[in-house]
């Protein structure tokens, strides 16, 4: 059974930083394109970032590029988003998922889940 589990949402203040982990079970972790999407209320998800399965290339949306960063140890079948510089508009739900097109950024392009978790940028 495939699971994707998100931890390390939160509220934080803006300009605050917070570091979302992945677990994957179920996968061959190190072969798959992990990526990190979010859904504000009211509005559609959206990509974020992504990584290629060894880890040497990743990929911005651009509100968020100078802020983000994605990385993944595949020892450990994990993958972490750290965000810094956070502001209210980063509120919204953080899915991970995974996928075999390398740096897709649809939701088309994935083919595993999480549940999500909670980001909530306060003013």
């Known amino acids: 059974q495939v699971q994707l589990a998100e931890s390390g949402g939160g509220l934080v203040q803006a300009g605050g930083s917070l570091r979302l982990s992945c677990a994957a079970s179920?996968?061959?972790?190190?072969?798959?394109?992990m990526g990190w999407f979010r859904q504000a209320p009211g509005k559609e998800r959206e990509f974020v970032v992504g990584i290629i399965p060894s880890g040497a290339y990743t990929d911005l949306a651009d509100s968020v590029k100078g802020r983000f960063t994605i990385s993944r140890d595949n020892a450990k079948n994990t993958v972490l988003l750290q965000m810094n510089s956070l502001k209210p508009g980063d509120t919204a739900v953080y899915f991970c998922?995974?996928?075999?097109?390398?740096?897709?950024?649809?939701?088309?392009?994935?083919?595993?889940w999480g549940r999500g978790t909670q980001v909530t940028v306060s003013s």
């Open positions: 998922a995974a996928g075999t097109r390398i740096l897709g950024r649809t939701q088309n392009d994935y083919i595993y």
């Open positions: 179920g996968i061959a972790f190190s072969a798959y394109h």
